[in-house]
């Protein structure tokens, strides 16, 4: 049935008497929404709305003691929605409920976001963030533990330094982490780089920079990079690939583009394999038979200080800076790899291929239209989530949106690229996944998928040794973060009070195995003539 505003009048009423009779504070209130679950026994649209907006202040479920919820108020309908004067705070909810606040965040805040797809440490230690303000610049935080202090990494600086074609990284081990600062005016680059810059995480202090970084990747026994030098008019005509052991740096090779044909790199990835080092390069001539944008395939021997081009081709479309749609993902024992190209039906979204590393031969896997990282892209807008790899660096999980808005999660096990990936469907055209997260056993994955933008969707856990799917709950869920040992998850929830009103958001904290969900914070109030008033939210960025 629908309720009326008439019932909701009568509803209002007897809610109120019934608080006063029970003299209960309003403020432990929780909400019920309206969004047709079928998992709500009873009336779907039978509720008690909060009296006050903000922490419920009850005991929540799943939060141990020493662990805490790190979450972003605000007084706006969604995060990003947020007036510039009043940007909100960060929080910590504790188990009994209360919170502490961490961080009031400063004027024209635009963004709080986790600093790319490997925010946290491998051992869960240590969670880097970006406070992003609406001229784009980013202030970056690392917290240790469940720890109300915060270090200041870096301030006023590109946002790219943490998402983009080279997002932020943990070395293997934890102990350090890595960034590229960019420039401010990186977009208007033809080969960018910036400064490489190197932290010890238990100090928060930076420990190395190196000049002219393009790309970097964390190895077995340091790092590597790619470096760009440019000509006069900034095209990179030379390139130097570089190793780290922690002490020494030694450039293993370099590439010089082709001068009687003008030719220049645009952009690069760079990985270890089983046969030393893979790079695959973005390249351009302005001269010539072929000036459309090129992709070469180099093998590195780091020992023989050799680089073997193994391929060339033209790419579909351009590379960019600010998207990671240049990007290798290695097999765990790097006898294989997946890799991205720019695809040229947008700007963030990129084909996917596979080859063994000893014998260059790619195998198509996604012709078009993986979703990957881009400094433009916020996990709170309405659109896909963004490919990413699992803790332990065995699956990669991508969706694949088609220019017809068919949207699909596609989880690949690298260890085998033989084998069909697992295939999710978000649901009808125009369906998204709202967004996914591994759990740190990397057993199964936590993903949303149905409508956005508050309409009815469902919360799923997956199988990844079996590829089996379970239905948690059906609501009207945004973004979320798991606990760490994967047995609860703290989720936006959308509720629906009214049909002729907005909706507001809720946060929930939903036991896995039986599905119960409690509500940990009401972003909405209604006033006396039963309009929605004081809207705000709390976004959850970590659990601690």
């Known amino acids: 049935m629908q309720m009326t505003r008439n019932s909701w009048h009568l509803t209002l009423v007897l809610a109120l008497a019934l608080v006063i009779v029970a003299c209960t504070s309003s403020a432990t209130s929780t909400v019920e929404a309206s969004n047709n679950n079928d998992n709500v026994e009873g009336d779907p649209e039978a509720f008690v709305l909060s009296q006050d907006v903000g922490p ?149 202090s930076e420990t190395n920079t190196f000049e002219n970084v393009t790309t970097f990747q964390w190895t077995a026994s340091g790092a590597t990079w790619v470096s760009f030098f440019p000509n006069d008019q900034g095209e990179a005509t030379e390139v130097a690939i570089t190793t780290w052991d922690g002490t020494v740096d030694i450039e293993v090779s370099a590439l010089v583009g082709d001068e009687e044909n003008d030719c220049y790199y645009n952009s690069a990835s760079i990985d270890e394999v089983s046969t030393g080092l893979m790079a695959i390069m973005g390249y351009r001539c302005n001269l010539g038979d072929v000036t459309s944008t090129q992709w070469q395939i180099y093998n590195i021997d780091p020992a ?80 896909n989530a963004t490919a990413q790899v699992s803790p332990d660096g065995r699956y990669l999980a991508v969706v ?32 998204t996944i709202a967004d996914f997260v591994f759990d740190t056993a990397n057993e199964r994955m936590f993903f949303v998928a149905g409508t956005d933008e508050g309409g009815n969707n469902s919360l799923f856990s997956l199988d990844l040794n079996t590829g089996t799917e379970q239905r948690i709950r059906r609501g009207r869920y945004a973004q979320m973060v798991a606990s760490p040992d994967g047995s609860t998850v703290a989720i936006m929830n959308w509720v629906e009070f009214d049909a002729e009103e907005p909706l507001y958001l809720t946060l929930e904290v939903i036991d896995v195995e039986s599905t119960v969900p409690t509500v940990i914070y009401v972003g909405g109030t209604v006033d006396e003539e039963g309009d929605l008033a004081e809207q705000a939210f709390a976004y959850p960025l970590a659990w601690r």
Not at 73 to 95: D, K, M, R, W, Y
């Open 56 to 204: 419920v202040g009850e005991a929540i479920p799943g939060l141990a003691d020493g662990q805490r919820l790190l979450a972003w108020i605000a007084p706006a309908s969604a995060p990003g929605e947020q007036p510039s004067n009043t940007p909100g705070e960060l929080v910590f909810f504790n188990p009994d409920g209360s919170t502490e606040t961490i961080l009031a965040l400063p004027e024209r805040t635009r963004d709080v976001i986790a600093c790319g797809p490997n925010a946290t440490s491998p051992d869960g230690s240590t969670f880097v963030f970006a406070v992003v303000t609406v001229d784009d610049r980013a202030n970056v935080y690392m917290m240790q533990g469940s720890s109300s202090d915060l270090i200041t990494l870096l301030t006023d600086v590109n946002p790219a330094v943490c998402f983009g074609s080279t997002p932020f990284a943990f070395s293997a081990d934890g102990s350090q982490m890595a960034f590229v600062e960019w420039p401010l005016d990186a977009t208007e680059m033809t080969s960018p780089f910036g400064f490489l810059r190197i932290f010890d995480v238990a100090s928060g």
């Open 304 to 383: 023989n200080r050799t680089a073997q081009l193994e391929l060339t081709d033209v790419a579909s479309g351009r590379y960019f800076f600010f998207t990671d749609t240049n990007a290798i993902f290695p097999s765990p024992d790097g006898s294989t790899v997946l890799f991205t190209l720019p695809d040229g039906v947008t700007t963030q979204t990129a084909a996917l291929f596979s080859t063994a590393v000893d014998t260059i031969e790619p195998t198509e896997l996604i012709n078009r239209s993986a979703v990957m990282p881009s400094v433009s892209d916020t996990p709170y807008d309405a659109n």
């Open 400 to 431: 694949v949106n088609t220019p017809n808005n068919d949207a699909t999660l596609n989880i690949y096990d690298l260890s085998d690229a033989s084998v069909p990936p697992i295939v999710m469907d978000a649901g009808d055209s125009g369906d």
